[in-house]
Each structure stands twice: as C-alpha cells, then as structure tokens.
C-alpha cells in the first residue's frame, strides 16, 4: 500500500485536473498487474505480437499513435520508437512510473498525451460522438492501436451513465463502443485493435458461473487472433474461483 501511495502522490502533480480521479484505477492495474506478472505474460506478449504484426509491411512508418497505451507491458513500445519516426501515446492517465521509465530509454521520439477517448462528452452535448476524430489532425499518420481499450471504455461509460441516470440516452454504451470500432475503420491508415471481449467466472473445478459480454452487444469485426486472459487468477480475487476474458486481435 505504501508503494501504491507513493505512486499516487508522484502522478498526481503530472496530470490535468480534469483526469486526476482516474489515478487511482491506473494505480490499481498497475499494483494487480505486478501481482499477476507471471499469470499476464502469455497475454502481454500476445498483445505485443499482434501489434508487431499489424505493423509488418507499411510502406512508410513515420507516425504511429497508441490509443490506451496505459503501463506499456502490452505494447511493444521499443520497436514502435525505433521504427517510427514519432510515437504518441494517448491515454487518461500516464502513471509517473511509466514516464520515469520512459525518460530512462533513448526514446526522443515519443509523446504523451492526455484525453478521454470515450466520446461520452460529445454525447451528453447532443452532439455526434467521434472519439477518434481527432486523429485527422494528425500529420503523416501511418499506424494506430486501440490496446486493450475498448471493454475499458464500456466499463467507464457505464459506470458514469448509472451515475447520470435519465441524462443520457439508454443505449449510451453501445453507442460509443459501437463508435469507437468505427472510428479505427474510417481510418486512412492501418490499424490494429487488441481488445477483451468477454470474461468468465470459473470455480476450481473448471465450472463457469457467471459470463458477460465486455461489448455489450457490439459485434467486433473478425478477429485475426484470439486468447485467454487470465485477469484473476486462483487466489487473486478469491481461493475458490478465477475470472478469464477472451481477447481479439484484429489488423
């Protein structure tokens, strides 16, 4: 808890006051994925692959922008800057542990940077929501990463929906999932989506009790890969059960 607090304390000077009260969601996946290290690796080094892959071949790699870049465990972040001419990280929050551990490489070739990529704001304006409208003002934009992303916009915006009842319209999940897998396929350029897309709850002796569906509905775009997350393993959550999400990568 100590470690956590001190890491709390270190990031919140280094975020804009609209993204401070996420800081504790990205301390604790920061401090569970420390405790699930070894449960986590097969999924973080698919996640890296699948990126990898969707990379291989482009013609020119002069900007790539990772959209949920979060601790960087599942993004492949030393070939992306040697690769590429600039690397943008954007992200609710950046922990100051990533960006000391950034600063520590010879990366001079990646940026930072802070936004809400749910759409949610726009929505609640009546506007049409664009999450990744943004992108189009991006020069020389080669390559974009939606990783392991989406199923955490759908948890966010519900949760802020709950919180807004009778604010918002009923199928506000669905809409800004549904507009962030459009957003990467209006894109110009290629892109690759690693994202959860359900999870189960499943005691010692291998029965399922509890499925969801992470999308809500949404149906994602055929994948090019698929495997097992294994979020919560056996003691992590509970000795008598452990939760698994199956994830999709597309390219």
Known sequence: MITEALLYTATLPLTGKPYR???RYS???WSRAGRCAAAWAEHEEMSRNAISTAAAGLRQKRTAVVLGSGLLRDVPIEELARDFDTVVLVDLIHLASVRLWLSAKPYRNVRLIERDLSGYDDLAAGRKPEPLGFLRSVPYLDFVVS???LSQIGRGVKRRYEAEAGHMPADTVERLIAAHLTGLSDLPCRSC????IAYAV???NGRTHEEADLLHGVS????NAVWTWPVAPLGEESKDYKIEHKVIAVW
């Open 21 to 23: 009260k996420f800081i």
């Open 202 to 204: 499943i005691d010692r």
């Open 147 to 149: 990783a392991n992303l």
């Open 220 to 223: 994602p775009p055929p994948a």
């Open 193 to 196: 989506l690693v994202t959860d």
């Open 27 to 29: 301390v604790n996946l």
